[in-house]
């Protein structure tokens, strides 16, 4: 599991594949949410950018200063289609 520091800016990426077959493309939406572990939302459903490569998207996010210590994160993906994809993270205070 990744750890970041309070205060850091974290780029995150995905890369979206065709289900089965693996193929690089391009939905017509992809967005970014991002959860702590008890549900509560602390980014929703925001537009994610497109790499110039096929099926590459990034979010650049900044991580609340208003969080506890030792928060685990998850980051959701989600597109057109029953698709998402979920990461893991916990962030940390500063020392």
Same mark, same amino acid.
């Given at each position: 599991?990744? !750890? =970041?520091?309070?205060?850091? &800016? /974290?780029?995150?990426?995905?890369? /979206?594949? #065709?289900?089965? @077959?693996?193929?690089? =493309?391009?939905? +017509?939406?992809? #967005?970014?949410?991002?959860?702590? !572990?008890?549900? #509560? &939302?602390?980014?929703?459903? *925001?537009?994610? $950018?497109? @790499?110039? /490569?096929?099926? +590459?998207? =990034? =979010?650049? %996010?900044?991580? $609340?200063?208003?969080?506890? &210590?030792? $928060?685990?994160?998850?980051?959701? %993906?989600? %597109?057109?289609?029953? *698709?998402?994809? !979920?990461?893991?993270? *916990?962030?940390?205070? +500063?020392?």
């Amino acid at each position: 599991m990744e !750890k =970041y520091l309070i205060g850091d &800016k /974290i780029r995150f990426t995905a890369s /979206i594949v #065709t289900l089965g @077959s693996d193929e690089p =493309y391009d939905p +017509e939406m992809v #967005t970014v949410s991002v959860f702590q !572990k008890d549900g #509560t &939302k602390l980014l929703d459903k *925001q537009k994610a $950018n497109k @790499s110039e /490569i096929v099926g +590459e998207y =990034y =979010y650049d %996010w900044v991580i $609340n200063s208003g969080l506890a &210590k030792d $928060n685990k994160l998850v980051v959701v %993906w989600d %597109w057109t289609g029953p *698709q998402k994809k !979920k990461m893991e993270f *916990q962030v940390e205070p +500063e020392v």
